[in-house]
């Protein structure tokens, strides 16, 4: 599975300081969608709302993709959904019809007098994600391993409050299991995916392009357009997921995109190819 780096360019520097840029987006259009092109070697996509919603492909992508491979665009999946495997994630771009591997879904906590749960005393973190099969026993193995493992790390994939699980409406996201844990140990995890910039060491040494030289793609502004502005990123918004022309337009909206456009294949209609 090919990945990509993707970051917008801003002749703002506040942009590249971690602080939201307070300028007005540009609407992504024939002119500064070739702009773009040429000033980024790699593209880094998020996955839920902008490749696709649920298991349905959003229309034109696989024809972007093309042309953006065709152009020598290094491509980066970037996902905060930590449903999958990156195994699993590389089928599902082939297929977009596998399921996902079930831990502990049929275990239960039960309520017994005298009834002590036993837990690993040896475990180290504790990381909490998008778990569609979350319940009582694996809530109770966190709090034990976070509360009582000395030096236990409580880890969260991300805090998003919701996501587009299908394709016909947003489901919860891993932010009220992490909200959950939270509630049950009284810490508060360290998050690792977007916007946190942790992922962006990685990215950097695997694929030695500049993060002047990447365009984040997403459709959350939160999470793909922080991470973008604050890692040094170009960044491009699509209306194709979670947020809205009107909260992108909303006064008290302080996380301004360099560039928004409906969907991903908007590009390539725009550069003509």
């Known amino acids: 599975m090919e990945q990509v780096s993707m970051e917008a360019?801003?002749?703002?520097?506040?942009?590249?300081?971690?602080?939201?840029?307070?300028?007005?987006?540009e609407l992504l259009c024939c002119a500064n969608a070739r702009a773009l092109l040429d000033s980024v070697d790699a593209f880094l996509f998020d996955?839920?709302?902008v490749i696709w919603k649920g298991d349905k492909l959003i229309d034109g992508v696989p024809q972007t993709l093309d042309m953006l491979r065709s152009k020598g665009k290094k491509l980066v999946f970037v996902t905060n959904n930590s449903t999958?495997?990156?195994?699993?994630?590389?089928?599902?771009?082939?297929?977009l019809g596998l399921s996902v591997n079930q831990e502990d879904a049929e275990k239960r906590a039960q309520w017994k007098s005298n009834c002590l749960f036993e837990h690993d005393k040896y475990v180290?973190?504790?990381v909490v994600g998008l778990d569609p099969d979350i319940n009582y026993y694996k809530l109770q193995y966190a709090t034990l391993c976070i509360r009582e493992n000395p030096g236990c790390l409580f880890i969260a994939t991300n805090r998003d409050s919701v996501g587009?699980?299908?394709?016909?409406?947003?489901?919860?996201?891993?932010?009220?299991?992490v909200a959950a844990v939270c509630g049950s140990t009284e810490q508060e995890p360290i998050v690792v995916g977007k916007p946190s910039t942790f992922m962006m060491d990685f990215l950097l040494q695997k694929f030695n392009v500049s993060t002047s030289r990447m365009c984040m793609v997403g459709d959350r502004l939160d999470t793909d357009?922080?991470?973008?502005?604050?890692?040094?990123?170009?960044?491009?918004?699509v209306l194709s997921g979670v947020t809205t022309q009107s909260t992108l337009d909303d006064p008290s909206n302080s996380i301004k995109p360099d560039y928004y456009t409906n969907k991903v294949s908007d590009i390539l209609s725009l550069l003509g190819e």
């Not at 360019?9 to 987006?25: I, Y």
């Not at 587009?164 to 299991?177: K, N, R, V, Y």
């Not at 922080?226 to 990123?233: D, R, S």
């Open 225 to 237: 357009i922080l991470f973008g502005q604050n890692a040094g990123c170009k960044t491009l918004l």
């Open 9 to 25: 360019t801003n002749p703002n520097p506040s942009s590249m300081s971690g602080v939201a840029a307070a300028s007005a987006a």
């Open 124 to 126: 180290g973190a504790v």
């Open 47 to 49: 996955c839920d709302g």
């Open 164 to 177: 587009h699980m299908t394709d016909l409406q947003e489901w919860p996201g891993a932010g009220c299991m």
């Open 84 to 95: 999958k495997s990156r195994i699993q994630y590389a089928n599902k771009f082939q297929s």
